[in-house]
């Protein structure tokens, strides 16, 4: 490893400032993880729930995803207070970030997250009051899509800005992280559409699975661009790709997100050709089909936090350990940890 270093975190700058070497820095560690993957999760069942709310078919669904989406922004934010340690600086950061927004992705972040927040819980309070205006439920509806896609995308943005981590500098992050909110919305939303009852389940299924299906590919596509786009001219890339492909937990990632398209996909086609003995009738899944995809629903949303774990610890670790070759580019600065004065 080089001789860079970089002042210990917590200290002043000046001349008897204590250092240290660069592959020492702090690392961001597996609340982080969550709280990317609970910004993910609720900011696409967010958009989810959004445009089914345009439809006006799924008002039950809507009531229920709607309180759900929120909790896991919630949650999300409360793995970030866990891992910076600071709420009451956290409580500010909206604020503090505003004039960062121009030239910074993580102020960007806080921006959207804490959108989704607010619009996710005012959203959620109309559907539980059962709300009849139009105009309420529609803003929300259309703030709650745009600030759940921005929040769902947006640390793919910042991890690809993050010239300090080579492995992580790959434009395909922000679709990557997209497909897979995507997955977990849709997974979601199928475990709530089997305890919605009716017509409105029925449909809600049919759609959510297919939704499912869809996005699955998506994901397995953009993990693929992810891989083609790693750039070996970074040492540091070739240590975190070998390291990224030969563990369990990625191959378990596209073991769960393969099945995630092939047994919905299976499903839709099987319900497919029956429907059309019957094109009258609304028909629902068999009950061992409707329990098949409810096992592989929950299995995507574990999918769906590994996603973005492999990629953090992975770029991390060859940082901590990958030596320097003559001539390796790369910046003397490490990425900065927490935001805005915001870690303790």
């Given at each position: 490893?080089?001789?860079?270093?970089?002042?210990?975190?917590?200290?002043?700058?000046?001349?008897?400032?204590?250092?240290?070497?660069?592959?020492?820095?702090?690392?961001?560690?597996?609340?982080?993880?969550?709280?990317?993957?609970?910004?993910?999760?609720?900011?696409?069942?967010?958009?989810?729930?959004?445009?089914?709310?345009?439809?006006?078919?799924?008002?039950?669904?809507?009531?229920?995803?709607?309180?759900?989406?929120?909790?896991?922004?919630?949650?999300?934010?409360?793995?970030?207070?866990?891992?910076?340690?600071?709420?009451?600086?956290?409580?500010?950061?909206?604020?503090?970030?505003?004039?960062?927004?121009?030239?910074?992705?993580?102020?960007?972040?806080?921006?959207?997250?804490?959108?989704?927040?607010?619009?996710?819980?005012?959203?959620?309070?109309?559907?539980?009051?059962?709300?009849?205006?139009?105009?309420?439920?529609?803003?929300?509806?259309?703030l709650g899509l745009i600030t759940g896609i921005f929040?769902?995308?947006?640390?793919?943005?910042?991890?690809?800005?993050?010239?300090?981590?080579?492995?992580?500098?790959?434009?395909?992050?922000?679709?990557?992280?997209?497909?897979?909110?995507?997955?977990?919305?849709?997974?979601?939303?199928?475990?709530?559409?089997?305890?919605?009852?009716?017509?409105?389940?029925?449909?809600?299924?049919?759609?959510?699975?297919?939704?499912?299906?869809?996005?699955?590919?998506?994901?397995?596509?953009?993990?693929?661009?992810?891989?083609?786009?790693?750039?070996?001219?970074?040492?540091?890339?070739?240590?975190?790709?070998?390291?990224?492909?030969?563990?369990?937990?990625?191959?378990?990632?596209?073991?769960?997100?393969?099945?995630?398209?092939?047994?919905?996909?299976?499903?839709?086609?099987?319900?497919?050709?029956?429907?059309?003995?019957?094109?009258?009738?609304?028909?629902?899944?068999?009950?061992?089909?409707?329990?098949?995809?409810?096992?592989?629903?929950?299995?995507?949303?574990?999918?769906?936090?590994?996603?973005?774990?492999?990629?953090?610890?992975?770029?991390?670790?060859?940082?901590?350990?990958?030596?320097?070759?003559?001539?390796?580019?790369?910046?003397?600065?490490?990425?900065?940890?927490?935001?805005?004065?915001?870690?303790?």
């Amino acid at each position: 490893m080089g001789l860079f270093t970089a002042p210990v975190p917590g200290t002043n700058f000046g001349i008897n400032t204590p250092i240290i070497q660069i592959n020492q820095y702090p690392e961001w560690d597996v609340t982080v993880a969550l709280a990317l993957y609970f910004t993910g999760l609720g900011g696409m069942l967010m958009a989810i729930t959004a445009a089914m709310e345009f439809t006006g078919k799924y008002q039950s669904l809507v009531k229920k995803n709607s309180i759900f989406a929120f909790i896991f922004t919630l949650l999300a934010l409360i793995f970030f207070d866990i891992h910076l340690g600071n709420p009451t600086r956290g409580f500010f950061a909206p604020i503090n970030a505003l004039p960062q927004m121009i030239h910074s992705w993580m102020a960007r972040g806080i921006e959207f997250v804490g959108g989704l927040l607010v619009f996710s819980f005012l959203f959620m309070v109309l559907k539980v009051l059962n709300s009849k205006n139009a105009i309420a439920n529609w803003t929300l509806a259309i703030l709650g899509l745009i600030t759940g896609i921005f929040s769902t995308t947006y640390s793919g943005f910042e991890l690809s800005a993050a010239t300090g981590i080579p492995f992580w500098n790959n434009g395909a992050l922000p679709a990557l992280f997209l497909a897979s909110g995507t997955v977990g919305g849709a997974a979601w939303t199928y475990i709530m559409s089997l305890v919605t009852k009716g017509e409105e389940g029925i449909r809600a299924r049919r759609l959510s699975a297919k939704l499912l299906m869809y996005s699955a590919v998506a994901e397995l596509a953009t993990w693929f661009l992810f891989m083609a786009n790693v750039n070996f001219i970074y040492v540091f890339d070739e240590v975190a790709y070998e390291y990224m492909i030969t563990s369990a937990t990625f191959i378990l990632d596209l073991v769960l997100i393969s099945l995630a398209f092939v047994i919905p996909g299976i499903s839709n086609l099987m319900l497919w050709r029956s429907s059309r003995a019957s094109p009258q009738l609304i028909l629902d899944f068999p009950s061992y089909i409707k329990y098949a995809i409810l096992v592989i629903a929950i299995l995507a949303l574990i999918a769906g936090y590994y996603t973005r774990a492999e990629i953090l610890f992975a770029g991390q670790y060859a940082y901590q350990v990958a030596p320097l070759t003559p001539f390796q580019f790369t910046s003397n600065q490490p990425i900065p940890i927490g935001s805005f004065g915001w870690k303790s």
